[in-house]
């Protein structure tokens, strides 16, 4: 029997991570379908997820009736449901856990968006939502400001297993990187487990192109346009040259002699938003060795129909990277204004979402009532 393309990307060393959560998809054994016939192998959440879920969920109704009969505020319910679902998709995912030895069947919950500028408010939720969630399958996403670094480092030195989420820029990876790193640092000197800590960095896809191939298309020389839609698989695939470079380096290695694990790049942000490209793009072309891509169900189902694995499609691809964006540089696209572009975009519609996910729980709070 032939392997399928989601089977044949997962023997390539690639893992498949679910980007949706809901409570329905845990209920109806669908997320547990996924794993089995999918090759799914964990799940990441973010506001924008549960406000949708939430918006048309009927299995929410007994809960928020709970809640709304104990008085709850509207913070306290998002809290207690969300956290309930990514308990239960924890539980789902523990034996793929298991048998990964603790790299994959992990499940993602975010601090609430609005503290992406605030360091000790970060630490503090970081905690709460890790005490809360209380699985050891759990990851807590933080985003990666300026501000999130400090808090990356302070959670990853508490033992707790971090998501890093918004990544556009090679820079801040780098940073991100080093914050990671001495997490370890002062995990190890309180005399943690450091193999029980575990970290991925997020670094986003399609939204690069979206961005950069606006911009192309204002200046609209023939130059330009032939650039469009090649940035986002650029900028990951030098990620992962700086992944192999950094965790090659004499500071990591000290610290995966020691135990502790590499944190691996994720590929985010892969559904494909120009419909003149091909749907499985951002999954075909950002094979590699030890990196976990995290698809909406429809790019999932266009991988598994018709994705061609052809094996590493990274590693191989560095200078003809760097030559895309030596040449966007020469057309007078500004990297580094992009990616301060897309990171506060990406924070501010995260905030948009978790108010619209508020709303949808406060309503839902006052009609139980």
């Known amino acids: ?184 640092e002062q995990a190890k000197a309180a005399g943690l487990d450091l193999s029980t800590i575990h970290s991925v960095a997020s670094f986003f896809v399609s939204r690069v192109d979206t961005e950069i191939d606006k911009r192309l298309v204002a200046i609209g020389t023939d130059e330009a346009l032939a650039l469009k839609s090649k940035a986002g698989v650029a900028n990951a695939r030098l990620a992962y040259e700086l992944f192999e470079q950094e965790f090659g380096g004499e500071r990591a290695s000290a610290l995966l002699a020691a135990g502790a694990n590499r944190q691996r790049p994720l590929w985010a942000s892969t559904g494909v938003k120009d419909p003149a490209l091909p749907d499985t793009l951002y999954v075909t072309e950002l094979v590699a060795p030890g990196v976990v891509n995290t698809m909406p169900e429809k790019t999932l189902e266009a991988t598994f129909d018709h994705g061609v694995i052809t094996g590493d499609t990274v590693t191989g691809a560095y200078t003809q990277a760097a030559e895309v964006l030596d040449a966007l540089a020469g057309v007078g696209v500004d990297y580094d204004d992009v990616t301060l572009v897309l990171e506060n975009e990406g924070v501010d519609k995260f905030i948009v979402s978790w108010n619209e996910l508020l709303d949808t729980v406060r309503g839902a709070l006052e009609a139980a009532r």
């Open 1 to 184: 029997m032939t392997s399928s393309p989601t089977a044949a990307l997962s023997e390539a060393g690639v893992s498949i991570w679910l980007d949706d959560l809901s409570r329905e998809r845990i209920a109806s054994g669908d997320l547990a379908r996924l794993i089995a016939e999918r090759d799914v192998v964990g799940v990441t959440t973010n506001p924008t997820i549960f406000a949708g879920a939430l918006a048309k969920g009927e299995r929410y109704d007994d809960q928020v009736h709970e809640l709304a009969a104990a008085g709850a505020d509207v913070d306290t319910a998002v809290f207690e449901i969300t956290t309930d679902d990514v308990r239960d998709a924890a539980d789902v995912f523990r034996p793929v856990y298991d048998r990964s030895s603790g790299f994959d069947g992990r499940v993602s919950i975010e601090v609430a968006p609005g503290l992406a500028r605030d360091t000790a408010g970060t630490i503090a939720e970081a905690k709460t939502l890790w005490a809360k969630v209380d699985r050891p399958n759990a990851m807590i996403k933080i985003p990666a400001t300026v501000e999130g670094l400090d808090a990356i480092t302070e959670a990853i030195g508490s033992g707790i297993s971090v998501n890093v989420t918004l990544i556009f820029s090679l820079d801040r990876y780098r940073q991100v990187i080093e914050a990671y790193l001495a997490g370890l």
